[in-house]
């Protein structure tokens, strides 16, 4: 292949890359963004806390100290008491487990499902794609919280029937946007050259389309999660999910509302809880991102 | 008799990701009133910016970091906002690549041609109306007034791009800057228009910079050639000179590897390696790696355009 | 054995758009392909020429089982490929290959060689991929086959584990061709491959589509508009205009003589360097809209030579030298 290998090798200097080059594998760049790492551990920190929340808190969150509603944090009340005199802190560690199940469960049902779902739909087009269009029009028609409410008294109160309720109301949207960023994808020409290979619309979709619309997933899931947090708090608060005394952040944020002038304190715990979890959550996910795509390093 | 439009080392810089990133590097090139030039590059060369640096549309994160664009005496890179609202539209004007882009979908090209001409002149609307009339006309659009009464998407692309042509012209331009306006038409009707322009163009007296990748288009079409690479000026004279005997090595290049309907040629020339399509400021000459004459010198010493009556820059030009 | 590797008998597609609401859309086709006969001979070099709805690239699409024909018949190395039996409007579509079956034998490569390859692959996997997924060798076998085939279309063997991004496009498009042959296919289509490229990168693609075609018998049927291009590389030249074969030859009959009229038109406005087309030869108008193709020659509206007799009925396919085939009742 002469001609063609003269292209190459008749070069009087190597012209400059414009890109640096990509060598290293994404696990490597991964691991080298310090701020990914960084927000990663506090991820990692706030599932274990969901996990073994009740061994390190120090009080019983369910138990009342008569007296001491209202209390301003001490050394006995790291964060105080609530209108029952429960300790705070205690409501917070025992409440991770629920609130970060609500959300990333919500988040599974949306995400998960709705990013298979979108790809799948995307891709078959035809009378599928046209009869989920219009289940998601059913679905999108609903009021958010109201769709909730209605499958929760279908299934029952409960954090689980929260989950579905609010996970359900979620997904096509999220399944729209992987959907339209799917569909571009396969009109471009590595998808038909794939097709020409005689590949199975199975890996087309999942190894071929699918790495290019994970940046939208991510984007997705990130900005999705307090929404599914504040929903699910929302219900709760309507009593139709974590049933009181449980805590959860979402129920105590509700709760504390009513009482922010003279006790702050529960007020600022769970949204501080919230806010952080949400932070890290959403710079790990832009970070992720660039790690993921080669074009961005 | 000096020149009608005058670009004097020109430079254009774009920021990208903080770094300033040079597009164009001190291009020189004039245009004598009802001269046609072609201006040929491949991708990457700068051409289009060319194109925007000279109407003033350089925007950031680019920006014109040296030299000057004289139009008939003024500086349009120093001229007040009124001044160039004057001249931009209305004394140069632009031929886009793509008619279909610059025709709005919802507006009748009537409408369309009509805003040009309210906007630079005060004309009552019936006399703006047969201006337009004409420039249709004058574009070889049989109908004009079915063209004026459609809406853009309804015409076929090699009319789309006379209309582009004709919005131009309507306001009886000094110079057209045609930004490599048939490559989205098909080649019969491209050589149809390119026909009728040079015709038209030639009748009434109109400057040209025609801008390409094609270089044979350009020499049918046009009496003098700026050859761009990567950003700089490589060769700049007649046609008769540049293609008849080019000094810049990459003109030769451009010239063996342009494809020739008349003549079967086996191996096909080619250059090795591609345009640098992200620049770098690169100490010599940006052509010398791929160049077949390169010297040492030619590495760490950017060569600057010489010569008499047909310039090159390179030290080691062709005989 | 002079039987042509591909044989394509009255293929027709009709691509049914509409247009306003759908209780009351007014149903028009776009008449893409309208009633072509061609035969692809093995291992020659065939070039495909038209302007924009042509059908050239449709006809491509059909061949390479993308596209599913409306009426007629593809025969690829004797046997039934596509077919559609029946009666005209009511025919059965039967598909006699499988794409993957298609694969080992049609390979196409496209224009554009910034969306050809996947942006979050390696080159080294891309290529590696179909090996693997046709079960035609191990991993490590794969391995170097894939460091064999970028040796085969000039690709330096570090490249392996780029991302297409940093390619240049000439050495982006040699990956696609080398992604063509991994299958090792007899047919190779390419579709306008040096269209989207710079005129100095053009020669790499082309000299490398000649070696392949000489080296490995490679028959490659090359899609095109231009001309000049076509001079550089075919053995055999195909005009279509509007859905319709107009001619038929020999590269050199072609570039010596051409017969149709809407042939001496297109090499006529090829721009040439210095050398300004003769008015007389340039045609005025426009393609007619495919969606409404004139009745009888479809170059009736704009042809030079044109009689009462052309807009009555489609001019058949006659011989008007050796192989040297014209739709044409004036020549």
């Known amino acids: 292949m002469r001609s063609a290998e003269m292209a190459e090798t008749v070069l009087a200097r190597p012209i400059a890359a414009p890109f640096v080059t990509t060598e290293r594998s994404r696990l490597e760049r991964a691991l080298s963004d310090r701020l990914l790492i960084v927000t990663g551990v506090v991820i990692a920190v706030y599932v274990l806390v969901g996990l073994i929340g009740p061994l390190i808190a120090p009080q019983n969150p369910y138990t009342s100290h008569p007296g001491f509603n209202f209390h301003p944090p001490n050394g006995h009340f790291l964060i105080g008491t609530d209108k029952e005199g429960r300790d705070v802190l205690s409501r917070l560690l025992y409440g991770a487990r629920y609130t970060l199940l609500g959300a990333f469960g919500v988040m599974a049902i949306a995400a998960l499902l709705g990013f298979v779902y979108g790809l799948i739909t995307a891709y078959v087009g035809g009378w599928f794609d046209s009869l989920s269009m219009r289940l998601f029009d059913v679905i999108l028609s609903f009021p958010p919280l109201v769709l909730a409410i209605i499958l929760v008294a279908t299934f029952g109160p409960g954090l689980y029937s929260v989950i579905i309720g609010v996970g359900i109301g979620y997904l096509p949207a999220i399944a729209r946007i992987i959907r339209s960023e799917a569909m571009v994808q396969s009109k471009q020409q590595y998808v038909a050259a794939a097709e020409g290979l005689g590949f199975s619309p199975l890996r087309i979709i999942f190894k071929h389309i699918m790495p290019n619309t994970t940046s939208q997933i991510i984007v997705q899931a990130s900005m999705n999660l307090p929404y599914a947090i504040i929903d699910i708090a929302g219900l709760s608060f309507l009593g139709f999910g974590i049933q009181p005394p449980t805590p959860d952040w979402g129920g105590m944020l509700a709760e504390g509302q009513r009482d922010l002038l003279f006790a702050p304190w529960l007020v600022i715990a769970p949204a501080a809880a919230i806010t952080v979890l949400v932070l890290a959550w959403n710079i790990f996910g832009a970070r992720l991102r660039r790690a993921v795509d080669p074009k961005r390093y | ?319 | 054995m002079n039987e042509p590797l591909v044989d394509i008998r009255g293929l027709v597609k009709h691509f049914p758009i509409s247009r306003g609401a759908r209780i009351w859309s007014e149903r028009e086709t776009v008449h893409a392909v309208n009633g072509v006969d061609l035969a692809i001979q093995r291992g020659e070099f065939l070039a495909l020429v038209g302007e924009s709805g042509s059908g050239k690239t449709t006809l491509a699409g059909c061949i390479a089982g993308f596209v599913r024909p409306t009426a007629g018949a593809i025969h690829f190395d004797g046997k039934p490929l596509v077919e559609v039996q029946g009666a005209n409007g009511s025919g059965r579509l039967v598909q006699h290959a499988s794409q993957r079956q298609i694969a080992t034998r049609i390979q196409m490569v496209f224009q554009d060689p910034s969306s050809a390859l996947n942006p979050r692959h390696r080159i080294g996997d891309t290529l590696a991929e179909p090996l693997l997924v046709h079960g035609l060798m191990s991993k490590a076998d794969a391995r170097k086959r894939v460091g064999e085939l970028l040796e085969l279309t000039g690709i330096r063997q570090s490249m392996w584990g780029r991302y297409p991004h940093e390619l240049n496009s000439g050495q982006r498009q040699r990956v696609v061709i080398a992604r063509a042959l991994t299958v090792s296919p007899i047919l190779l289509i390419a579709d306008e491959p040096v269209s989207k490229l710079d005129v100095s990168m053009q020669g790499q693609i082309l000299n490398l589509l000649l070696d392949l075609h000489r080296q490995l018998g490679l028959t490659i049927l090359f899609i095109t508009h231009d001309l000049s291009v076509v001079r550089q590389v075919a053995d055999r030249v195909i005009v279509m205009y509007l859905g319709r074969v107009m001619e038929a030859c020999s590269a050199d009959a072609f570039f010596s003589s051409p017969r149709h009229p809407y042939s001496e038109a297109l090499v006529a406005s090829t721009p040439r360097v210095r050398a300004e087309p003769e008015k007389s030869m340039l045609i005025k108008g426009e393609i007619p809209s495919p969606i409404h193709p004139p009745r009888g020659c479809p170059f009736a509206t704009r042809c030079p030579l044109v009689i009462p007799a052309c807009e009555q009925a489609v001019p058949p396919l006659h011989e008007v030298g050796p192989s040297q085939l014209v739709a044409c009742i004036r020549r």
């Open chain 2, 1 to 319: 008799m000096g020149a009608l439009l005058s670009v004097e080392d020109l430079s254009v810089d774009f920021l990208i990701d903080g770094t300033p990133v040079p597009a164009l590097d001190r291009i020189s090139f004039s245009i004598g009133r009802g001269e046609r030039m072609g201006l040929v590059g491949e991708s990457g060369s700068g051409k289009s910016v060319t194109a925007r640096a000279i109407l003033g549309l350089i925007q950031p994160p680019g920006q014109i970091t040296h030299g000057a664009v004289i139009f008939d005496g003024v500086d349009l890179r120093r001229a007040r906002d009124h001044a160039l609202n004057d001249i931009r539209g209305k004394r140069i004007a632009l031929i886009p690549q793509d008619a279909s882009l610059a025709l709005n979908p919802v507006l009748r090209v009537g409408d369309q041609m009509d805003e040009i001409l309210a906007y630079h002149f005060r004309l009552p609307a019936g006399e703006r109306r047969r201006k337009c009339v004409e420039a249709l006309r004058r574009m070889g659009l049989a109908d004009p007034e079915r063209v004026m009464n459609a809406y853009g998407s309804q015409l076929s692309g090699g009319m789309k791009q006379r209309v582009g042509i004709a919005m131009a012209l309507v306001c009886d331009p000094e110079i057209l800057i045609a930004d490599d306006p048939t490559s989205a038409v098909d080649v019969t009707i491209q050589a149809q228009i390119l026909y009728e322009f040079r015709a038209l163009t030639d009748r009434l007296g109109l400057a040209v910079l025609f801008i390409s990748h094609d270089l044979r288009v350009v020499s049918t079409l046009c009496s003098r050639i700026v050859v761009l690479y990567a950003g700089q000026v490589a060769e700049v004279g007649s046609v008769d000179d540049l293609l008849g005997h080019p000094r810049h090595p990459y003109t030769l290049a451009l010239l063996k590897c342009s494809p020739n309907v008349a003549l079967r040629v086996n191996p096909l020339p080619m250059v090795p390696g591609a345009s640098p399509d992200s620049l770098r400021a690169l100490p010599g000459c940006r052509f010398e790696p791929r160049c077949p004459r390169a010297l040492a010198r030619c590495a760490v010493e950017a060569p600057t355009l010489r010569g008499n009556g047909q310039l090159a820059a390179c030290w080691n030009p062709l005989p």
